[in-house]
């Protein structure tokens, strides 16, 4: 077992499932008891450590790499702590063959080990960067509001390059769909069931636009795309109306998740989905519902420090995914972002989530040849 492998299955058993997702003061809830493991492993390393409280009991941590000559440029690594939950099994690390199983390996525990331990690695190298600061940032929250990124951005902090750690298969990824919830409220009037003509049925009334958005606004999506991350999405992921069966609901709500691709903005969209509906002959309103915005990110593949990391992994063109992450709120913050790291998607938030070890050993490689490489 290699170091980064060792450091991960010990990260799966420490539970950082994000608050939002168990009752208010469950013992496997928040994100500290990851970031003090990481410190002391940090500053066992030389590195200078930092906790930066951003909700009760929830602190980003950052470990920095100062360099030996003047700084000129700053990178900064930035994996979330934070999972969703799992069941007991899951928070009990289990390998088979090149598989390392448990709840975050893939997203993003694998990250934090590969990332944590190519400082580390390059703290007790007697050639490294003269001129450039490497942070680690473990962040809270991602997998709710953001509120690490977040704060980050609000605390003004600056860097030349974010390396933002999720699960890409080793590419260097430059560009990500934006994560856009809406809810539609249809409005009627309630009647006797059994005098339905007195009444308007709400419910009727979101089954057309239900049927609107699946088809012909669904359809209209696919004729916009992007180069990168391809084409926007819609789906509706609730329904809720009435009271029960013998009353006419007077209103009916429906929430959709609208997958946004760079260029598009949230007032363009509610915008035309309310056209789409009036054209329609239907009445319904459009909300956002995200307590904040989570808008695509693009960045410049041809921007130097990203031209470099993409030259350094041997990837000659740049990539995008679908999923919405804390590179847009640092990209959003004036910090040129890129995601990167081991593992797939597909696996993450699974019941048998999972990670490839060789992908995982070869993240750490590829981040120490890069940082290496920096002046």
Not at 17 to 29: E, I, K, S, Y
Not at 45 to 50: F, P, T, V
Not at 165 to 183: D, F, I, N, P
Not at 280 to 302: F, H, Q, W, Y
Request: contains cysteine; glycine residues 8%.
């Amino acid at each position: 077992m290699t170091i980064t492998e060792k450091l991960l299955a010990e990260l799966i058993v420490l539970r950082s499932v994000n608050p939002a997702f168990l009752p208010a003061g469950h013992p496997d809830t928040g994100e500290q008891r990851v970031a003090d493991f990481l410190a002391a492993k940090a500053a066992k390393a030389g590195l200078s450590i930092e906790m930066r409280e951003v909700l009760p009991g929830r602190s980003n941590f950052l470990a920095r790499l100062e360099p030996p000559g003047r700084m000129r440029q700053r990178i900064l690594l930035a994996p979330h702590l934070d999972t969703v939950n799992g069941s007991p099994a899951q928070f009990a690390p289990k390998r088979q063959g090149d598989r390392l199983y448990g709840r975050g390996a893939c997203d993003t525990k694998g990250c934090i080990a590969s990332m944590l331990l190519a400082v580390c690695e390059l703290a007790q190298l007697s050639r490294r960067p003269k001129h450039t600061e490497i942070v680690f940032a473990g962040l809270v929250d991602e997998e709710n509001t953001q509120a690490g990124s977040r704060a980050l951005v609000k605390e003004k902090f600056k860097a030349d390059l974010a390396i933002v750690g999720e699960a890409t298969r080793l590419k260097v990824v430059t560009a990500h769909k934006g994560s856009l919830w809406l809810k539609l409220t249809t409005k009627g009037r309630s009647a006797h069931g059994s005098r339905p003509e007195l009444g308007i049925n709400a419910v009727h009334e979101m089954a057309k636009v239900v049927a609107l958005l699946e088809t012909t606004y669904a359809r209209s999506l696919s004729s916009r795309r992007h180069p990168v991350v391809g084409r926007p999405t819609v789906s509706v992921g609730t329904i809720c109306g009435g009271t029960q069966a013998n009353i006419i609901p007077d209103a009916c709500v429906i929430t959709v998740d609208r997958r946004t691709i760079p260029g598009e903005t949230t007032r363009k969209v509610c915008a035309e989905l309310e056209a789409m509906v009036r054209r329609a002959g239907l009445r319904a309103s459009v909300e956002e519902v995200k307590l904040a915005s989570c808008i695509p990110m693009e960045t410049d593949p041809t921007q130097p420090l990203v031209a470099q990391f993409m030259r350094s992994v041997r990837q000659t063109k740049p990539v995008g995914v679908n999923y919405f992450c804390d590179a847009s709120v640092l990209a959003e913050g004036g910090i040129p972002s890129v995601v990167f790291g081991p593992g797939d998607i597909a696996q993450a938030h699974t019941a048998d989530e999972w990670i490839s070890m060789k992908s995982l050993n070869r993240a750490t490689e590829m981040l120490i040849s890069f940082l290496r490489s920096l002046p």
